[in-house]
């Protein structure tokens, strides 16, 4: 699955559109605040990419779903709730792209 955040994929071709897909994910584990801002901040860095990956396998679930072999335009959302639970957002449109070749 080729994924990415622009609108098309050198050295391929866009056979067809399949739909907008998208994909969320949530880190349930609260993030304690204590007196270490490093710790906190390691922990919200390291939340942030678990969660991501997560969402981004969500993506391309629903995306092979719909027969697709690529996601294009691909945006990303990331949001820390004021409970210090990361939340994370990718959506794109599913397509079929073929070689130039």
Known sequence: MILTTTNSIEGFRIVEYKGIVTGIAINEEKLS??????KYYLAVKNSIGTVKEAAFKELSDNAKKLNANAVVGIKVDIELTTSNF?????????VSVATDK
């Open 86 to 94: 990361a939340i994370i957002s990718v959506t794109g449109t599913a």
């Open 33 to 38: 605040v204590g007196f270490s801002m490093s």
